[in-house]
């Protein structure tokens, strides 16, 4: 992971140096920080802003080099535009990294002030965090910086000048555990399929042991021991063995209390096997893993922040490849569960690995509920294009809840249909059921594939086929691989299991 950015709050009476952002709202309204600014500069900001046509437009922004007066190399400004809608400071604080980032600006310093007053030390904090998600950059591998992943261009540092400097670095805290959480999986998705195969994967999980967690890696010898043979059937095909990792955070007062558990589809790499994907894009299946990736960086966030509840999180990782021992199409499977599958299409495969660890976690830790994270099909792209992940579920509340913590995140899903007219297509004459159904609605018949592995546990999957890899970029993400979940999970054991 790179060097994250750090964040410093300092009291609002210091003088800034550097680079000073300052926060204008609609038609240049301004807090008295940034008026005696324009003061200390003789009226040279406010006649830059006439000049340059600013009005503080939201996400709109205006630079002063090296005004007279000031002690600064530049002045900043960046709009936050009308009141409503209501501000999203995480989206302010992408905004300003984006626009330092730019420019190339260090020191980089923040005036928590608007033309209301100060800023509340959450919202700094928020602000803090979109700052650090959009400093982040996968630069791994480059042995030289570039024009468009230039190490140097971001700053190390950023001081926020406000009123309450000690509420805003605890508030921050939190919201740093949780950016250390996004940008782990964004670290996992990112990095190619040669250096991050099953095997390595469960070691960088059992690096959160350091954190508190408590990570257990299940070998070849004991999935076959559990009958895992859907899971192992995908990697069958591979050189490189398969592993299920199990990881726990214990935080809540009763320690016996049922865990939430979290559980993540990780093929490190996807070939589509026997049934291969066409060339053209194929190097973006080192992804496949994103679901796997969020559960890790979600169980190390929770860790960090010493989050109030027991979690678990499951990672089944393998890789697809085609092999003289490779699975084929038409083979009749087993699984963990007894149910019998018959594979008409071997890049269907993530369904496979899913079933027994969705399973694995009912049988052991009989779980509150169950959140299962996968790029299952394109088909939701199809549907949902790279706006929304597919939200499916077979309890109510569980929806609502994913819904509001999503809206609340921008993380945000949509909730697709499910019942016994699609989970029809899956029946085989061979086999308890087939692992596709027919040419339309892809990401359904996969729900329902999923949902013959659930017992009687509230459950909800979300395909992320189309937010989790190349998704689009946004004020706090300019990664391809953009950590989706991470921050809405959280959300959810936040707001409802926490406690």
Not at 475 to 498: A, I, K, M, P, Q
Request: glycine fraction near 10%.
């Amino acid at each position: 992971m790179p060097d994250p950015l750090e964040v410093r709050f300092v009291p609002l009476d210091r003088t800034p140096k550097g680079t000073v952002v300052v926060l204008v709202g609609h038609e240049l309204a301004m807090a008295a920080s940034g008026k005696s600014i324009d003061r200390a500069a003789g009226g040279q900001i406010l006649k830059a802003c006439k000049v340059g046509r600013f009005v503080g437009a939201r996400k709109s922004a205006l630079e002063v080099l090296s005004p007279n007066g000031v002690d600064a190399d530049r002045v900043l400004l960046i709009g936050l535009g009308e009141a409503e809608p209501a501000l999203d400071w995480v989206e302010i604080g992408g905004s300003v990294m984006g626009q330092l980032i730019s420019r190339k600006a260090k020191p980089a310093a923040v005036i928590g002030e608007t033309s209301e007053g100060p800023v509340a030390p959450a919202d700094l904090a928020d602000l803090a965090l979109g700052a650090v998600l959009r400093s982040y950059s996968f630069r791994k591998f480059k042995t030289k910086p570039s024009a468009d992943n230039d190490s140097a261009a971001a700053p190390g540092e950023l001081t926020v000048y406000c009123r309450a400097p000690e509420e805003a670095a605890e508030a921050f805290q939190r919201r740093r555990a949780l950016a250390e959480g996004v940008n782990l999986a964004r670290d996992l998705v990112n990095e190619p399929a040669n250096t991050l195969g099953p095997v390595e994967f469960a070691e960088r999980a059992q690096r959160l042991a350091d954190a508190g967690v408590e990570v257990e890696v299940l070998d070849m010898a004991q999935l076959e021991a559990l009958k895992m043979q859907a899971l192992l059937a995908v990697g069958q095909g591979s050189a490189r063995p398969s592993r299920l990792v199990v990881m726990q955070w214990t935080g809540s007062s009763n320690r016996k209390a049922k865990p939430i558990a979290f559980v993540g589809k990780g093929v490190v790499f996807d070939t589509g096997g026997i049934s291969m994907k066409p060339a053209k894009g194929m190097e973006d299946m080192k992804g496949d893993m994103a679901g796997a990736a969020c559960v890790t960086g979600l169980m190390l966030a929770l860790a960090k922040r010493k989050a109030a509840v027991n979690a678990v999180g499951i990672i089944g990782l393998v890789e697809n490849m085609p092999s003289g021992t490779a699975m084929r199409p038409g083979d009749i499977i087993g699984s963990m569960s007894g149910q019998t599958i018959e594979v008409l299409n071997t890049d269907a495969e993530g369904r496979l690995v899913l079933a027994d660890a969705l399973w694995y976690v009912q049988e052991r830790f009989k779980p509150k509920a169950i959140v299962d994270l996968a790029t299952l099909t394109g088909a939701i792209m199809v549907a949902l294009g790279k706006e929304h992940a597919g939200l499916f579920s077979n309890n109510d509340r569980l929806a609502g809840w994913l819904k509001e913590a999503g809206d609340a995140t921008g993380e945000r899903l949509w909730r697709m249909p499910m019942d016994t007219a699609y989970d029809k297509e899956l029946d085989s004459k061979n086999a308890d059921m087939k692992n596709i159904g027919g040419a339309y609605g892809g990401s359904i018949t996969a729900a329902h594939f999923l949902k013959r592995f659930i017992q009687d546990t509230a459950w909800a999957h979300l395909d992320i086929a189309g937010v989790a890899m190349a998704s689009n970029r946004t004020e706090t993400n300019e990664s391809w691989g953009s950590g989706f979940g991470v921050r809405l999970l959280d959300r959810l054991v936040t707001d409802h299991y926490e406690g």
